[in-house]
Structures are given as structure tokens and as C-alpha cells.
């Protein structure tokens, strides 16, 4: 087997490349075994070439870097040579003049571009003087620090700002301020027409640099005076700037301040401020809202709060301010302080004959005589409708405070001519020392005004101090009130019945219901005791209500002749509602109208009131009879009897009393007979306790008698009894009690 042997490789072949700068590389000749020797001449051109070229590398490197870096800035940046030439430009300047980015090449000129760009319409600021506008905006660019604004076709602004560099090229930046323009014409628009008047005012050195129309009239200055001016020249006093203090805040809340007009007249601002840039230096913006109005309002609401609207004193709250100043100082020294509440006597009679506006006058006159005798350091106020209080410090002894009330008695006492009318009132007078009585406002008025009770109760025109033992009478009087309201509530009270008696027969024609308390720790509660708390507080309303109720009730048991009377209250007809409430129970307890009988004071018809007449007349329309108590005790009884048609008349107890023996009493019962006589009205005598008084008003022709000579009152199942016995067999007592109870709840 013939061998085969490889054959030997060829020798490749190695062609040594030598390259020139700037030359395709060529193969080297062969080599032979001796090397080559080069000329230093091409070594050195080859190394220069080399050099130049990594150069080259190194410049496209940097301005690719430089490219990378100005592509993505947000304005748009623009190199120019020195020639105008373009060398180098960003995206965002493309994007900004982008119709005409098409010519921006190195080298071009800007110059060029523009006249282009003018040619396309692209700068409607070059309409009609195009290479005038030219010349212009090539100036502009070799000015230093150079920043003007171009407005492009399409509506943008461009903010343009150019700067030379060393070799005579320009550096150009442009940023797109189409919205910040919009921004601030909205602002100038919001600025100019605003109607509140506006202010911007440099930051640093208080400059007014722009009003407002709003401003220039409210201000009354001209736009030039307020360029001439600072916001200090308007303020009216020196006080801190609406944005001193912390300036880093960007909007703060308003402050108020006063500020002087053209006219010298002062005005009141809450004042709003903002900071922001004008005319490129910080500045403050300024909304002046003018509450002069306002505070005026405030102040006049300010000074009614504390003041009483009639005759512009003080009121209690401002009062009591001022008597805890005044004592606080008495403490630290050894004087005394009076406090006077004084009350007009039988106000309400000036306001019922002569009407509220002469008795309005009148209060401001009193308050008015009252300021002229007080001295400067003593204190006077209106605490309600008819009582005023007077502060006296600086006292030594009690008697200070008695010459004081003295010349105010006096004071007031004089006449008072007021529309034709000449006017007197009296006044009575309370007083408490501190700190003797009392070192507080309240416990002082209250002390004063305790007094000041004593003294109208005892004898009107006069003055009376304060003692220990009205305090524990007032106490006594708050209890009863409380303990009266819970009866009330849980009815505990009861009716009780007096008969009312014919003289001629002797027969029981009707009953009188009299209010009983039966208190569960007092026993029975005397009437003359609770009566007058009740018509005080206003519980003579319920009270009264719950006994009509009742004693209706009792009386739609007894036989149909019988008739009950009840008594009402002058302050049940100003409630209103006494018409309807009566109707009520009349239909709730089946009572006839004619056997109701209600009794009325004299003291009602002193108020002459419409709507009293008008409440009597509808009663009576309704079958209710109208009976007139304690006749001959008020007012002019003779001309309340022409008012009102009674049907009845009740002889005061005051003139039944010793009948028998008093030659005067006879004379006043006959005529109060003889005219309830020639009137047509029965005549009810009161307080017949004797048979003397019995015989004589029979011999006078006296129609009824009530008293003890024929019975005390008595509760309710005592009638049933008593009729039972006067009348035997022909009385009819009720076939159900529990129906009374029924128709009592």
C-alpha cells in the first residue's frame, strides 16, 4: 500500500501594509532579510497625520457630546460665528421656528434665514417695513445682554436673549413665553377692570408701580401722583406693611388698615397681599377691600350690644362691666359705693293715656335730667323699661348716697312738657352699699332693686336701704313661686265654694269659687299669699285656667239654677287667648254659658283697652255674665259703668263692714243700690258677717249677700250636702261621682 504523505503547507504569503495619512493603505514589498529603512521625512508626516486625525476624532466626539447636551435643554439655543454664520443649533430652537427649520445648515447666514422668513409671512411685526425690521433685529443681536421679545405667525412670543462671545460669535437663547404672555394679560385684564380697588408696590422700596381704575377712584389721586408715591404716603398712621413680617409666605390673610384719601377723609382697608415680579423686581400685589361701612356697622352693633337704643346709656351688661372696675378699685382703698336702682312711678298709666311715643320722650327726658345732676365719675344706665341705675363711688358715709337720691326725686318731680302735654311722674329709689351689702355687681342690683320694692310698696316718692331681712324675704317669696309651679303641674289645687245668697228668700242662687292650696308642709296656703306671686311670674294664667276648668266641672253637677262665679285676672286678657279658652270648657263640661258668672276688678278697665272691651262683649254675647268686683274701691267707677253693661255689681266688704253703726257706709251702700238699680243690674254685697249688716242692706233693696254669716267656703262635696239640706226633696244630687272626677281631668 503506497503511503501517502501529507504535503507540506504552502507558505502563505505576507504582504506588509503600510498606510499614509490620507492614503489607501498599499502592501509592502517583500521583505527580505535585511529590514527597510524609512526616511525620517515620512515618519514625522505619517506621526503629524495621525495626530491630526485622532484631533479630528476628539472634536466630533465633543461636539456630539455638546449636541447631546443642548438637545435637551427646554429653550432653544443658537451658535453663531462672528459673521452670523450658523454653527451649531438644538431641537428645541427647530421645534420654535419650525416653518422655518428647513433653512438652518452650518454655515448659512441668520440673516438670510430672516429675509426668508419675512418673504413666508413667519413675523407679521415685519408687515410693510421688512428690511427695515431686519436691520433692527440684527442691531439687537450684537448689543450686550441684548433680550427683546418676537411674536411668530401663529400667535407664540419668544423670548429672545443673545450674548457675544470672545471670537465675535453670538450665543442666542429663545424660550417659548406664549403662555406666561397669556398669563399676564389675563392678570392686566383681571388688574385693570377689577372693581376692587388695586395696588402693586415695589418689595424693597415701597414704590406704588401700579393702580388700578379702581384705585384712582376710590383714592381720589391721579395715576401720576400715584407713581409719585409710596404705599407709606397713604397709610393714615405708621404701622407694620400688609406684608412685613414673614416675607417667605407667598399669600397672607388680610390685615386692616387705615388709610387717607385725596381729601384728607380716613378709610378703613383689610387689605390682601401677594407677592410676585413686575417690571423684573420682586413686588408685592395689593387687593384693598374698604370696610369702612363695615366697621362703622360693627361699632354701631358694638355700641347697641351694650347700650340701650332709647336713650343711649348704658345697659346692664355694660353695667356690671363697669361696677367690677369701680369695685375692683374700692377694694384696694377704703371707700364706699352707692349703687341707686331707680323706678318710675306708674309709667304704665303715661304710656296707656298718652302712648308710647310721649312715654318714650319722657324716658329720654328723665335719663336726661338724671346725666345733669349726676357727677362726671358717677355711672348711669337704663336696666329695663322704667328703672334706671346710678353707680356713686368714692363715698365715705351712707348719707352721701340719701342727699343724691334726694336731688334726683327732686330732679325728676318737675314738670315735663311733651308735645302740648304737660307731664309729671314720680320715682322711687333702692339702695345698697358696698361693701357693706354686697362686694358684687349682681348681688349689689339685686340688693338695690329689693329695695327699691320696699320703697314702692311702703310709700312711692321716696328712697329706702337695703336690710338683711328683705333678702330673706325675697327667698321666701323664690319658694313659694317654686312650690306654686309644682302644684300647678301636678294639680294640687282646689276650688272652694262661698254661697251667694238671695236676701229676699233666702235661697242659695249661686257660688263664688275661691282658690285653696293645700300645701303638703304649710297646710292651707292663704290666697293673699300665693295671688300676687302668681300674677307676678305669670302663673295666674295656668292657675286661672285650671280653676274655670274645675269649677265648671262642679257646677255642671248641681242643680240648673245654681250658677258659679269666677274670678279673672287682668293678665288673663293679655294672653289672648281667654275667648277661646272659656268657650273650652264650657263645651268640655257641659256647663251652660248663663249659669257662668265671671268677675272682673275695676283695675282692668284703668287700661281703656280695645281688646279688653272686645274680649267683654264677645263673653256676654256667648250667655256669660260679666260681674264688676270690689265696685267703689279704684278709678271713676261711674264711667266704667257707661263702658260696659255689667249685669252685676259687688258691694266692697270695705263698706258693708260696720253697716249698722257707720252713718257714711249707709250712705255709699244706698247709692251704689239705688244706681245698680236704675241701671238694671243686680247688686251682690260682700263681707256680711252680721245680722245688722243682713238687715240693713234688706231694708236698702240689696239683691244678694256673701259672707261668713251665711258660710265660709267650702270644697266640693260639702255643696252637694249644703243644697241637699236647703232644698230637701227637690234637689237631685249626681247619679255617677266618677263622671266628676272624669270631666275635672
Not at 515620512?42 to 476624532?57: F, N, W
Not at 430652537?93 to 438652518?104: G, K, P, T, V
Not at 431686519?134 to 407664540?156: K, S
Request: hydrophobic share 40%; charged share 30%.
Amino acid at each position: 500500500m503506497q503511503s501517502i504523505r501529507p504535503k507540506p503547507a504552502k507558505k502563505r504569503k505576507h504582504a506588509a501594509m503600510t498606510r499614509i495619512p490620507g492614503r489607501p493603505a498599499k502592501p509592502s514589498p517583500k521583505l527580505s532579510g535585511k529590514r527597510r529603512r524609512v526616511s525620517p521625512e515620512i515618519g514625522e508626516i505619517v506621526r503629524k497625520r495621525a495626530e491630526a486625525e485622532a484631533a479630528i476624532a476628539d472634536a466630533r466626539k465633543s461636539q456630539e457630546r455638546l449636541r447631546e447636551a443642548i438637545d435637551i435643554l427646554p429653550q432653544g439655543i443658537v451658535f453663531l460665528d462672528a459673521d452670523g454664520r450658523y454653527i451649531l443649533w438644538n431641537k428645541k430652537y427647530s421645534e420654535i421656528y419650525n416653518r422655518s427649520s428647513d433653512l438652518f445648515k452650518p454655515g448659512a447666514r441668520l440673516q438670510d434665514t430672516l429675509r426668508v422668513g419675512v418673504a413666508r409671512g413667519e413675523y407679521p411685526e415685519a408687515v410693510g417695513r421688512e428690511e427695515e425690521w431686519i436691520t433692527e433685529r440684527l442691531a439687537r443681536m450684537y448689543q450686550p445682554g441684548a433680550r427683546h421679545e418676537q411674536t411668530l405667525a401663529d400667535g407664540r412670543c419668544i423670548l429672545i436673549e443673545e450674548r457675544l462671545t470672545e471670537d465675535g460669535g453670538v450665543v442666542g437663547l429663545r424660550v417659548d413665553i406664549t403662555e406666561l404672555k397669556q398669563r399676564e394679560a389675563s392678570f392686566r385684564l383681571l388688574f385693570d377692570s377689577n372693581p376692587v380697588p388695586m395696588i402693586v408696590c415695589a418689595l424693597d422700596d415701597e414704590r406704588i408701580l401700579g393702580v388700578n381704575d379702581a384705585a384712582i377712584e376710590h383714592y381720589g389721586y391721579s395715576r401720576a401722583e400715584f407713581e409719585k408715591l409710596t404705599i407709606r404716603s397713604v397709610q393714615a398712621f405708621e404701622t407694620e406693611l400688609p406684608w412685613g413680617g414673614d416675607r417667605s409666605s407667598d399669600e397672607q390673610t388680610a390685615r386692616t388698615w387705615k388709610h387717607v384719601r385725596a381729601d384728607g377723609a380716613l378709610i378703613d382697608l383689610a387689605i390682601y397681599s401677594r407677592q410676585l415680579v413686575c417690571h423684573d423686581q420682586p413686588a408685592v400685589l395689593l387687593a384693598l377691600m374698604d370696610i369702612t361701612e363695615r366697621k362703622r356697622a360693627e361699632a354701631r352693633l358694638a355700641f347697641m350690644a351694650q347700650h340701650d337704643g332709647l336713650t343711649g346709656l348704658p345697659n346692664r351688661n355694660l353695667l356690671r362691666q363697669q361696677m367690677d372696675d369701680i369695685l375692683l378699685h374700692t377694694r384696694r382703698s377704703a371707700e364706699k359705693v352707692a349703687v341707686l336702682v331707680l323706678g318710675l312711678d306708674n309709667f304704665k298709666a303715661v304710656n296707656d293715656t298718652l302712648g308710647h311715643g310721649i312715654g318714650d320722650k319722657l324716658l329720654r327726658g328723665v335719663a336726661k335730667r338724671l346725666r345733669s345732676t349726676l357727677r362726671e365719675e358717677d355711672t348711669l344706665a337704663r336696666l329695663n323699661s322704667d328703672e334706671f341705675a346710678i353707680i356713686q363711688s368714692g363715698l365715705t358715709r351712707p348719707e352721701d348716697a340719701v342727699l343724691l337720691s334726694r336731688r334726683l326725686l327732686e330732679a325728676i318731680g318737675d314738670p315735663y312738657l311733651l308735645d302740648g302735654h304737660s307731664v309729671v311722674i314720680g320715682a322711687s329709689i333702692g339702695i345698697a352699699m358696698a361693701p357693706g351689702d354686697g362686694d358684687e355687681s349682681e348681688k349689689l342690683l339685686k340688693n338695690a332693686d329689693m329695695a327699691l320694692s320696699r320703697a314702692k310698696n311702703e310709700q312711692r316718692g321716696t328712697f329706702s336701704f337695703f336690710e338683711a331681712g328683705m333678702d330673706a324675704r325675697a327667698q321666701s317669696r323664690r319658694k313659694i313661686e317654686i312650690d306654686l309651679r309644682d302644684a300647678i303641674q301636678n294639680d294640687v289645687l282646689l276650688p272652694y265654694y262661698q254661697p251667694l245668697v238671695d236676701l229676699a228668700t233666702g235661697r242659695i242662687t249661686g257660688f263664688e269659687a275661691l282658690v285653696r292650696w293645700p300645701h303638703p308642709d304649710r297646710g292651707m296656703v292663704s290666697p293673699a299669699e300665693f295671688i300676687p306671686v302668681a300674677e307676678e311670674t305669670g302663673l295666674i294664667n295656668p292657675l286661672g285656667a285650671l280653676m274655670l276648668r274645675r269649677a265648671c266641672a262642679d257646677a255642671a253637677l248641681w242643680p240648673d239654677d245654681v250658677r258659679i262665679a269666677v274670678n279673672l285676672s287682668p293678665l288673663q286678657f293679655r294672653v289672648g287667648n281667654l275667648l277661646s279658652m272659656v268657650m273650652d270648657v264650657l263645651k268640655q263640661t257641659g256647663l251652660p254659658a248663663r249659669r257662668l258668672e265671671l268677675e272682673i276688678t275695676e283695675t282692668l278697665l284703668l287700661e281703656k283697652s280695645s281688646q279688653v272691651l272686645a274680649t267683654l262683649h264677645a263673653l256676654r254675647a256667648l250667655g256669660v255674665r260679666i260681674s264688676m268686683d270690689d265696685f267703689g274701691t279704684g278709678y271713676s267707677s261711674l264711667s266704667y259703668l257707661r263702658s260696659f253693661p255689667f249685669d252685676k255689681i259687688k258691694i266692697d266688704q270695705s263698706f258693708v263692714r260696720d253697716l249698722g253703726s257707720n252713718r257714711d257706709a249707709q250712705a255709699i251702700v244706698r247709692s251704689i243700690i239705688s244706681l245698680g238699680m236704675g241701671l238694671g243690674v243686680t247688686i251682690t254685697a260682700e263681707g256680711v258677717e252680721t245680722e245688722a249688716e243682713l238687715s240693713c242692706l234688706r231694708a236698702e233693696g240689696c239683691h244678694e249677700g256673701q259672707g261668713f254669716l251665711f258660710s265660709r267656703a267650702r270644697p266640693n262635696a260639702e255643696i252637694v250636702a249644703l243644697l241637699q239640706a236647703q232644698r230637701g226633696p227637690e234637689f237631685v244630687a249626681p247619679q255617677d261621682p266618677s263622671e266628676d272626677a272624669a270631666l275635672v281631668a
